[in-house]
Antibody
Framework: QVQLQESGPGLVKPSGTLSLTCAVSGGSISSNNWWNWVRQSPGKGLEWIGEIYHSGSTTYNPSLRSRVTISLDKSKNQFSLKLSSLTAADTAVYYC??????????????WGQGTTVTVSS | DIRMTQSPSSLSASVGDRVTITCRASQTITTYLNWYQQKPGKAPNLLIYGAVSLQSGDPARFTGSGSGTDFTLTISSLQSEDFATYFCQQTSSAPYTFGQGTRLEIK
């Protein structure tokens, strides 16, 4: 059974860069799935950030594209999120999630527990 | 971006009630529609995918229907563990957008 676990700093400074990692256990990051980041804040609800495939192919939310980088490390079976030029609006709970392909019906069937990130000086 | 609008935003009901939550997409998404349940302090949990398919392990009292732009999630007989927030999500095209959520509360 695949499990995901986020890690990273809980407090980051405005204008800084957020770096989070999602460790994948119970399965391979090279499987036929997409690996996603989603965030949730009271003001904006659930917001999809972007995703990466094991080939390295990425898709980002256009609203964040200029500030986001998602990468993966197959040797460690994990993937990562970097979000730059942070403001208070980036304060949220950040989740990693697996996007599964059920005959082209994509869905996020496995989620990490979430990590709270606060942007504040 | 495809906008997802849920109604109602909140709902009060009793154990045993039948409840329906609706989700409308701003453009057609055929059946690329998922429903999630989220409890306080927890990650969303997949309930329904492809508009009508029940995720393995989830109770059969949850049913999904709809296609095109209009979708519903029905809980046939509410149980105490069903009081939570429910979200719809479209995966027809990126960015994959979510509804604003429907909070289901105990009456």
């Amino acid at each position: 059974q695949v499990q995901l676990q986020e890690s990273g700093p809980g407090l980051v400074k405005p204008s800084g860069t957020l770096s989070l990692t999602c460790a994948v256990s119970g399965g391979s990051i090279s499987s036929n799935n997409w690996w996603n980041w989603v965030r949730q804040s009271p003001g904006k609800g659930l917001e999809w950030i972007g995703e990466i495939y094991h080939s390295g192919s990425t898709t980002y939310n256009p609203s964040l594209r200029s500030r986001v980088t998602i990468s993966l490390d197959k040797s460690k079976n994990q993937f990562s999120l970097k979000l730059s030029s942070l403001t208070a609006a980036d304060t949220a709970v950040y989740y990693c999630a697996r996007k599964r392909d059920n005959n082209y019906y994509y869905n996020m069937d496995v989620w990490g527990q979430g990590t709270t990130v606060t942007v504040s000086s | 971006d495809i906008r997802m609008t849920q109604s109602p935003s909140s709902l009060s009901a009793s154990v045993g009630d039948r409840v329906t939550i609706t989700c409308r997409a701003s453009q057609t998404i055929t059946t690329y529609l998922n429903w999630y349940q989220q409890k306080p302090g927890k990650a969303p949990n997949l309930l329904i995918y492809g508009a009508v398919s029940l995720q393995s392990g989830d109770p059969a009292r949850f049913t999904g229907s709809g296609s095109g732009t209009d979708f519903t999630l029905t809980i046939s007989s509410l149980q105490s563990e069903d009081f939570a927030t429910y979200f719809c999500q479209q995966t027809s095209s990126a960015p994959y957008t979510f509804g604003q959520g429907t909070r289901l509360e105990i009456k």
